[in-house]
């Protein structure tokens, strides 16, 4: 229980006292359970989202925009961007970011199958939207550059977070906030 | 001590304490100096930060660019863009936000003297950089329009703060992140 992520040695005992206070029928059920979801969700084969089909809902999904895919890092990245309900395209899952400390090259993420997709269908857009550490970055601008040659590559903003305060954003945050500024509308 | 602003009733207690055990002459000291900060430090007649001046150093200093005005909402704020070394304009200070539910309007803040400074100097450009609650929003907004027949009016970027994870980002956040995508250079 303790290789779960964000479960600490206390968390695993209180687990796995629980599960052994239950009755075996109930155990039996969640056991099978993990088992099943284990074998039933992979990743789809367009865009390496989580799915338990071999192409996932979204890439199935008529009334999603076909001419632009949102790169991002991993699945949660897009759970995270569907919650916010204002996205309509396309999304392609990395698998993670380029981390050469940790052994992750390019051919180790879901790279040439973005560029096949993106080479070979009409797009209007690839917008990346990658988590801005110096990997995250490193990432970016490797895929934008692959990418350029066939479509508009753009980015997601960074600067101030909603609700934020100027006064306690630290200064990298800032910078970038300033050096990103737009026209008022 | 208990009206100062981040002391408790406990720090309280632990700054009088403190207070009360130091040399008279120690005591006497931060007193003066309290009186003499007050005194001296009024607000630049041309940018209202805070200055001992009548107009500010940055206000004075021949090497800051003229031609652009960061608006701010508080002296705090130009602290903290200043710590970015990152502008080399001009600022301007507001004094607060537009809030009519503290009974501050346009009248209370340092505005009329803004529209003043822009239309009868030639800036090139207005940085608009207020943070994003309701009330700067709308400060924002209002502030803009009264310039934009002036000068070209620019606003600082909301999206992802840097080193700030999409997953953990609140939607309203990722939304904005989204919508003031960028080209990649």
Redesign the interface.
């Known amino acids: 229980m303790q290789r779960l992520p964000g479960v600490g040695p206390k968390t695993a005992q209180r687990l796995a006292l629980h599960i052994l206070k239950r009755p075996e029928e109930e155990v039996n059920t969640l056991a099978k359970a993990i088992i099943e979801a284990k074998k039933q969700v992979g990743l789809c084969q367009v865009c390496f989202h989580l799915s338990a089909e071999s192409v996932c809902e979204i890439c199935r999904n008529p009334n999603r925009n076909n001419n632009i895919i ?1 790169v ?3 699945s ?2 897009v759970i ?2 569907e ?2 309900r ?2 309509g395209g396309k999304y392609h899952v990395l698998g993670g970011v380029i981390s050469p400390m940790d052994g992750i090259g390019p051919e180790q993420l879901n790279i040439s199958a973005l560029v096949r997709r993106v080479s070979q269908q009409k797009v209007q857009e690839v ?7 110096v990997e995250g970055e490193t990432t ?2 490797y895929v ?1 550059q692959l990418l ?1 040659p066939f479509t ?16 306690y ?16 509308d």
């Open positions: 949102c991002v890092a991993d949660r990245d995270a961007l919650k916010t204002e996205y917008i990346l939207a990658i988590s801005p550490s970016t601008l934008g350029k508009l590559v753009t980015r997601i903003a960074f600067g101030l977070p909603m609700g934020g305060d100027l006064e954003a630290d200064e990298v945050t800032l910078a970038r906030a300033l050096e990103g500024r737009r026209e008022l």
